[in-house]
């Protein structure tokens, strides 16, 4: 018996449909904005998942066609959080933010991600570290983190290699330009855009069951070997994103995204 949805989650959804396992982002309300408490369940679940051999594949999506509208900057700016955010990132070896998108790539099993309403900022990372990104096409995608004084430091450095030219990345990534899902196919960071990209996942997801699970893992973990990068761009992420945070730029770029007048102070590192 399944034993991955029997457990109770506060900001997930699971469900097991045959051997096919559902895992719902549930915040509607934050339009399903990673909270910690989103990020300590979905790397709890990927644990489980990893243990259960009757698992076939895992669909992952969000609650009422909104994928994932970035991270949770009310809950990552709060008080009660900088102490835990601050270890996170100084920490040597993979932060939690790291890890709830790179843990998809571990778990034994194809994740196919269901893409819908917006996919952004933590939202679009973790997208990439799924093996299969179903997109509708008017689902809005970024990789936000410059706008507001950041760099993506949530395993893009592992997940987007092999995906997206290098150059597209440079750009997407320093603009935080917002790009439909069609533009995203065209560019590589979507798989297939569909018009009921839950359904289409499904029907993938039931193709995998139908072949052997260790050839289906095989293959997973053979073409994730093609495109390892080391832990140190891993860590780079991190050292970044603390020069980012402590930087006089970063109250800037929180000033110029509601008034767009403001101007940056000159380039503080080299």
Sequence with gaps: MNTVATYQYETLQVSMTDTILMVTLNRPHKKNAMSFQVINELIAVAGRVSKDRTIRAVILNGAEETFCAGIDLGDLNHPKNQAFALWELIKPWQSAFQRVCLVWRDVPVPVIAVLEGYCIGAGLQLALACDVRISHPDCKLSIMEAKWGLVPDMGLTQ???GVVREDILKELAMSARIIDANKGHELGLISHC???PLEQAQQLA???????????????RVINAMYQQPATTLYKEKLWQIKMMLGRNRKLALR???????AFAKRQFN
């Design 206 to 220: 039931a193709e995998f069951a139908e072949r052997s699970p260790d050839a289906v893992l095989a293959s997973k």
């Design 194 to 196: 569909s018009e009921t």
């Design 256 to 262: 110029k995204a509601k008034q767009a007048s403001t």
């Design 159 to 161: 997940s987007a290699f």
